[in-house]
């Protein structure tokens, strides 16, 4: 049952209150069956003897008292043994007028008044099956065994010196098979506990110089069904299987220390490591330069539950909930997850693997419980979801070890769980020897044939999910390079997309035409700027589209203070009629369709064009000197010129660009007409930069900048005019909230680091700082690394803006020059600290903030309740603008034609 539906369920349940059944409204408000909790009310299910107390076995302990024996009720109960041995997750005692609770497993309490229990609906959404990820993010466990091991890690390839001669494959290996030691000796898949750790303090020396002969025998040992001829401390070690000591791999050497640390990393609790988490911790170990963030590698349980849950999960949670009752759909769905396969093309140490592994085993023990609870008959239970359904394929040797590890210490665990659950019918198939855990494949995902990797028929139910690697083209080495060539040489431009494009074009290959559909993270990028028009219209015409996408949020892990990188999710799946699903802030938004840029609407691409779809003045390029700094000049440049020969200073002009513009200071240029030449002639300073300025553009391989060396006292390209301008930056941080955008006069020179309109009315200033644009601007422009790219073309030319009457422009005025005197005040800030989205002066904020109620109500009348509103908008706006312009075009020619 989801949150929304619970939230209405507690409406309803507060707005009156039974005493005698509200402890049986409330659980049957989460979800738990009506079936369950009619037996609960008989006393089938209550384990409590205590009249007024109700005891359901690992849900609730509920008890009503007077009201001056609430907190002395509670606090007896939570730390009485009897009470707690049934393992109640909730505790909740009350008067029917307040209500108090605590969660026994994370320990955080609950004190409302019971009539605003619905507005605390999330306490208690564990009963449904939502979780409160939180805790394990916190476990220190993790953390702590992982950076014991960094030191083992460390000491080891200090005094080996050649253990990298294989490029580390032993190694990865070796600590492979010490991480299972570690965990199966604290969990019981060894028989005796802590035996591993034991064995070896025992039976090698304390110098450490058998401790790699001691390894090497005990993981043979391991490897084999017979040890009848060892020493009976090796006997009691159990045959594992599962290839993980199948291969004849030496140990490194130990030293004392290595030894000692070896034995300290045992002495931890490993039954507390999550191997979802442990794995890419691990993984930073080997790898050092992650070493200063160990921990940050890791994506957080909520986060891939947001891949997860939209992808597969939810539908066959719905279709659980349509099942209840019913035994044979229930069978049939057991039937059904058990033939699912999920398949993570980028798996590192399987973290998405091992969350949609366990997620399954869970709604398998909870369709278990349900058919417990309606069939008489019972009978002993065993699970029916296999590591083999699990695939993925991962490029580091390493990572692909910790992935076939991590899955079969996820299985343990939820074959434990898988017992606990089930009332005592659940039975757990003994974990050794191993099985194979899964097919994870060592490769480069963007060579092999994922057809291959994870065979799919018709009848095939396949989830392709994960977190590929991003990396902008000029981040992309050689071989990254030549991937993308292989997978996406078909796409015009295809250098300009990001690496993740190759799994994006991948996954639409796979997918197509069969019962499959993937989910995969990505930076924003490639649903921003050019790359939109590039990638998306290959993946539509393979009849895909988007089933869902969560909208750009930050994804961040369990290292605190990680202020994670933006991002968006996006589902894909054969073409369907039913509806699609917007994630933005917590937000759910049903949909007909969703586009490359992740909004409401038609498959709409915005492509450069040369003119203005609307009605507004011409924009340009600043002007770009190709001089190698030679026409440029410092403010002390410029000011030595002047005092010593000032009959100068009308060939010098301030020149200004982004950088300028934004940190508030100038610098200046040279700019000699032609008919001035003569004049120059014999002023040294000058000269001298112009023969530098053509020695400059003499060496250079372009013709045209060669015959520019005639020239020297011109700009390369100069597009200065002598008339007042807007200068807009090229360049802005996505951060802010509106563009910084500046008036000037003639006597400056824009630089190519700029746009330029030049004899623009105030108004239109209007328009460029708007929120309407630079929503517009965030859409559509390029990026640079993380910066937005403002471009004439591409932010400029299509952005659609009504027509307006002079009465909006006036109005429109009013709010610049309101703008322009808040600025005013501030007269020691520089537009980047003005701008700085946090720091923002307040007065700014509202004459902004009023300038887009003008601007917005060009648009229409209704203000827009956010961004995501506008930029639907406007995206309807420009496909009837482009829609109308394209028409008009048709029938001229038509015209002419006849």
């Known amino acids: 049952m989801g949150a929304t539906q619970i939230e209405k369920n507690l409406d309803e349940l507060v707005k009156s209150i039974d005493k005698e059944n509200f402890i049986y409204d409330l659980l049957v408000a989460y979800g738990i069956s009506k079936t369950t909790v009619t037996r609960l009310k008989k006393g089938d299910f209550n384990l409590s003897k205590v009249e007024g107390e109700v005891l359901y076995k690992k849900k609730v302990l509920f008890k009503e008292v007077a009201s001056d024996k609430l907190l002395t009720t509670i606090d007896d109960l939570t730390k009485s043994e009897e009470s707690l041995k049934h393992n109640p997750r909730f505790v909740i005692v009350t008067d029917y007028k307040t209500l108090l609770a605590k969660d026994i497993r994370t320990g955080i309490t609950l004190d409302t008044p019971i009539k605003e229990l619905n507005k605390r609906y999330d306490f208690f959404l564990p009963w449904a099956g939502q979780e409160k990820y939180q805790s394990k993010n916190e476990n220190h466990a993790d953390r702590k065994a992982s950076y014991e091991m960094a030191k083992l890690y460390d000491i080891l390839v200090h005094e080996n010196p ?319 390079k030549a991937d993308m060539s292989i997978v996406c040489s078909k796409m015009v431009d295809y250098k300009k997309l990001d690496y993740i494009a190759c799994w994006f ?106 003119k203005p779809i609307s009605k507004l003045p011409q924009m340009i390029k600043g002007s770009s000197p190709g001089d190698n700094g030679n026409l440029l000049l410092d403010e002390e440049e410029k000011n030595k010129i002047i005092t010593e020969n000032p009959e100068y200073h009308k060939f010098i002009k301030k020149y200004i660009g982004a950088r300028e513009f934004m940190n508030g200071f100038l610098r200046y240029c040279i700019l000699i007409e032609d008919k001035y030449l003569e004049e120059i002639k014999n002023f040294k300073p000058f000269v001298d930069r112009l023969e530098k300025v053509r020695e400059f553009r003499l060496a250079s391989k372009k013709e045209s900048t060669v015959k520019k060396a005639s020239f020297p006292n011109q700009f390369d390209e100069m597009k200065y005019k002598d008339s007042d301008c807007i200068l807009i930056p090229q360049t802005g941080s996505e951060r802010r909230k509106y563009l910084p955008v500046g008036f000037y006069d003639n006597t400056y020179v824009i630089s190519n680091a700029a746009r330029v309109v030049y004899d623009a009315e105030p108004w239109l200033f209007g328009m460029l700082s708007s929120k309407m644009h630079i929503v517009w601007v965030k859409a559509v422009a390029g990026r640079l690394k993380m910066d937005m790219q403002y471009s004439n073309t591409l932010c400029y030319n299509t952005f659609p803006f009504p027509e307006i009457s002079d009465k909006q422009k006036e109005t429109i005025n009013l709010h610049v020059f309101a703008v322009l005197d808040e600025r005013a005040k501030h007269p020691t800030k520089t537009l980047a600290q003005l701008y700085d989205p946090e720091k923002m002066p307040k007065g700014l904020k509202e004459a902004h903030h009023e300038l887009d109620l003008a601007i917005e109500r060009c648009y229409r009348l209704k203000p827009f309740e956010n961004d995501t509103e506008r930029l639907e908008y406007l995206f309807k706006l420009y496909e009837e603008m482009t829609t109308k312009n394209n028409l008009f075009v048709k029938e001229k020619k038509t015209k002419k034609a006849k």
């Open 162 to 480: 050649t253990i990298y001669d294989d490029g580390g494959h032993n190694l990865n290996i070796f600590l492979s098979r010490l991480l299972f030691c570690f965990f199966a000796e604290d969990t019981n898949i060894f028989p005796i506990e802590g035996m591993f750790t034991d064995a070896l303090a025992q039976h090698t020396k304390p110098d450490g110089t058998d401790t790699h002969t001691f390894l090497n025998r005990l993981f043979t040992v391991l490897n084999r069904e017979n040890n009848s001829k060892e020493p009976d401390f090796l006997q009691a070690f159990p045959y594992v299987n599962g290839g993980l000591f199948r291969d004849d791999i030496q140990s490194p050497v130990f030293s004392s220390k290595a030894r000692k640390i070896i034995i300290e990393c045992g002495n931890l609790d490993w039954s507390e490591i999550n191997p979802d988490i442990f794995g890419s911790m691990i993984q930073a170990v080997v790898n050092p330069e992650y070493r200063s963030g160990l921990g940050m590698h890791y994506t957080s349980v909520p986060n891939i539950m947001k891949v997860i849950e939209p992808l597969f999960l939810n539908e066959i949670k719905e279709e659980f909930e349509k099942s209840k009752g019913n035994v044979n759909k229930l069978r049939k769905l057991i039937y059904r997850i058990s033939k699912i396969k999920c398949f993570d093309p980028a798996c590192g140490s399987g973290n998405f693997l091992i969350i949609a592994y366990k997620e399954i085993r869970r709604l398998e023990i909870e369709i278990l419980n349900h058919l417990i609870e309606i069939q008489s008959q019972q009978s002993i239970l065993f699970t029916e979801i296999k590591l083999s359904q699990f695939y993925g394929i991962e490029l580091d040797d390493f990572a692909h070890e910790m992935a076939i590890l991590s899955l079969w210490l996820a299985e343990h665990q939820m074959n434990k769980e898988f017992v606990e659950e089930l009332h005592g019918l659940g039975k757990a198939k003994p974990i050794l020897p191993l099985k194979e855990a899964g097919n994870i494949i060592q490769g480069n995902a963007t060579r092999l044939d994922w057809k291959t990797v994870c065979p799919i028929d018709l009848a095939d139910e396949v989830y392709i999910l994960g977190n590929p690697p991003y990396l902008g083209y000029s981040r992309q080495d050689a071989e990254q």
């Open 505 to 610: 074009v991948k996954g639409a290959d796979y997918i197509r035409n069969n019962n499959s559909k993937f989910s995969f993270v990505t930076t924003n990028s490639i649903t921003q700027g050019e790359q939109v028009a590039l990638l998306w219209p290959f993946i539509f015409s393979k009849e895909i589209e988007i089933s869902f996408a969560y909208q750009s949020f930050k994804w961040t892990n369990n290292a605190k203070g990680n202020a994670g990188v933006s991002v968006v999710i996006i589902g894909l799946a054969n073409k369907f009629s039913d509806e699609k699903y917007l994630f933005n802030n917590g937000l759910l938004k049903k949909t007909k369709n969703i586009n490359g840029y992740l909004i409401e609407g038609s498959n709409v691409f915005i492509n450069q064009t040369n």
